[in-house]
Antibody, heavy 120, light 110 residues
Framework: QLQLQESGPGLVKPSETLSLTCTVS??????????WGWIRQPPGKGLEWIVS???????YYNPSLKSRVTMSADTSRDQFSLKLRSVTASDTAVYYC????????????WGQGTLVTVSS | QSALTQPASVSGSPGQSITISCTGT?????????VSWHQQYPGKAPKLLIY???NRPSGVSNRFFGSKSGNTASLTISGLQAEDEADYYC??????????FGGGTKLTVL
């Protein structure tokens, strides 16, 4: 069974870049079985899909965040990362990494989530 | 892209059945049989309950039933139990190859 674990700073200053890494165990991010992605949830609010990629294929973005998001992968470590530029207080949220189905049709496995607060 | 529409809250008594709706458009819910549902307890990560409209992952109780008609998907929970009290989110694949969430529904077991 896949397990995913997010890591990164819990506090980021406004206008700076939020950087998070997801480490996958119980499987490889090079597999053809899953897309990999990020979802966030502001405190007390609903879920918002951010970005997904399939190894060696195109990356898909939430249009409202596309201009500020970069997603990358390190297959040697079975890790993938999220960078969100020019953050503001509205980017404060619990960020989840996830494994999505092969056809990007549903989220199969979730990380436990990590709270990132944007504040000076 | 606007969020899918879910009721903010629903409630029911133990043993009863409840249904949570999830309304989208022909570009998402109505256009594909790719609606999923997740259950989330406070402070915890969501968990997949239903995928591809009506399929249950291994280990999910058969008290959870998913369906779809037109642009509206539904999650029905039968034989309501105290442990079902949680937030429920629908998700749909879209024509833009993105995923769209509903706003979430808080289920209260009376």
């Amino acid at each position: 069974q896949l397990q995913l674990q997010e890591s990164g700073p819990g506090l980021v200053k406004p206008s700076e870049t939020l950087s998070l890494t997801c480490t996958v165990s119980g499987g490889s991010i090079s597999t053809s079985d899953y897309y990999w992605g990020w979802i966030r949830q502001p405190p007390g609010k609903g879920l918002e899909w951010i970005v997904s990629f399939y190894f060696s294929e195109k990356t898909y973005y939430n249009p409202s965040l596309k201009s500020r998001v970069t997603m990358s992968a390190d297959t040697s470590r079975d890790q993938f990362s999220l960078k969100l530029r020019s953050v503001t207080a509205s980017d404060t949220a619990v960020y989840y990494c996830a494994a999505l189905s092969r056809w990007l049709t549903y989220i199969d496995f979730w990380g436990q989530g990590t709270l990132v607060t944007v504040s000076s | 892209q606007s969020a899918l529409t879910q009721p903010a809250s629903v409630s029911g008594s133990p043993g009863q059945s409840i249904t949570i709706s999830c309304t989208g458009t022909s570009s998402d819910v109505g256009g594909y049989n790719y609606v999923s549902w997740h259950q989330q307890y406070p402070g915890k990560a969501p968990k997949l309950l239903i995928y591809d409209v009506s399929n249950r992952p291994s280990g999910v109780s058969n008290r959870f039933f998913g369906s779809k008609s037109g642009n509206t998907a539904s999650l029905t929970i039968s034989g309501l139990q105290a442990e079902d009290e949680a937030d429920y989110y629908c998700t749909s694949y879209t024509s833009s190859k993105t995923l769209l969430f509903g706003g979430g529904t808080k289920l209260t077991v009376l």
